[in-house]
């Protein structure tokens, strides 16, 4: 379904005292149809470059991004991309916010009212339907966005960190929502996050990134029943896995970014022999 093969992207001039910055460097990636895979990996490290290499969003200096054997010329009905924020229109009401990528797409009349009802309903906002988004929850938007995400129909999800701004409970519910969608719609998604648990929860495939430059470093297996539950036993033993690779990539990060004198293990913060608690920091 999806490709990647040998991708690299940079920027001409982006990088240290004017070089080439690399934001992407050897890519090879292939994501069946209806899979769920999640990619994470520390701050920098080209996820959403690789989802907006995959969205026709940016394209690759070298290499070669395909979509269902076609070379990415751009942005297409058959990929849509939901963000971190809900970017929700604030002056439209929730159905006309989801509404509108079938008013652009031409999808007039009885058909467009059909699908926006059938989306409302399957993130249960249908109740909801002539709200503002200012009144809503910050979880509530995010679904929103989902069903406004879905309601094109698009074979494939590009996901961006979609609900890192929300506290644990209603992640918890969206992480529910979004797999009883996933499992019924059966959508390919590439489901980007930094949060471990929510990469073990959710994919079937978690791809571990690595940077300077930013590349895969790993793919792990993450094909535990569902629906899963993020407290389970084998999804916080698939997190751990992830969190062990993770840890090394971020502590070159921060080691990179100047402090040379950094250490994880560090020395331990103690009362020192004059008494003075902090001694070591
Ligand atoms: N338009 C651009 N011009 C120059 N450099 C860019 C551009 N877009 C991204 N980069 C660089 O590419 C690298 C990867 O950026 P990207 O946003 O893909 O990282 P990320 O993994 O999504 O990070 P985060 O977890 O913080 O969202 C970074 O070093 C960034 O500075
Ligand atoms: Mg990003």
């Known amino acids: 379904m999806i490709a990647l093969a040998g991708v690299a ?5 982006g990088g240290e005292a004017g070089a080439a910055s690399a934001g992407l460097s050897a890519v090879d990636l292939r994501v069946g149809a209806g899979e769920f895979v999640c990619l994470c ?12 290499l995959i969205a026709g969003l940016e394209f690759p200096t070298e290499g070669e991004v395909l979509v269902g054997g076609q070379r990415v010329r751009g942005p297409g009905p058959d990929r849509t991309v939901m963000f971190q924020e809900s970017a929700l229109f604030p002056w439209l009401s ?14 007039g009349g009885g058909e467009r009212a059909a699908r926006v009802e059938r989306y409302l309903r399957m993130v249960h906002l249908w109740g909801f339907r002539d709200r503002q988004p200012h009144t809503l929850s910050g979880g509530m938007r995010q679904r929103v966005a989902l069903a406004r995400a879905l309601v094109a129909e698009p074979q494939i999800l590009l996901m961006d960190e979609p609900f890192a701004a929300l506290d644990a409970q209603t992640r918890d519910v969206l992480h529910a929502e979004l797999e009883r969608v996933w499992l019924e719609t059966k959508k390919t998604v590439i489901f980007v996050t930094h ?5 073990a929860r959710l994919g079937d495939r978690v791809v571990i990134m690595g940077t300077r430059p930013g590349r895969i470093k790993r793919v792990l297996d993450s094909k535990l029943a569902r629906p899963r539950a993020i407290n389970h036993r084998d999804v916080t033993e698939v997190a751990s896995a992830i969190e062990d690779e993770l840890k090394i990539e971020i502590e070159k990060v921060i080691r990179d970014e100047g402090d040379s004198a950094w250490s994880p293990s560090g020395r331990p913060v103690s009362a020192g022999a004059d008494g003075g608690l902090g001694d070591g920091i």
């Open 41 to 52: 990996g520390p701050s920098g490290c080209g996820k959403t470059t690789l989802l907006n």
């Open 94 to 107: 929730v159905a006309a916010n989801v509404a509108f990528p079938l008013e652009v797409a031409g999808v």
């Open 195 to 199: 949060n471990v648990r929510e990469a």
């Open 9 to 13: 992207k940079r920027w001409p001039g």
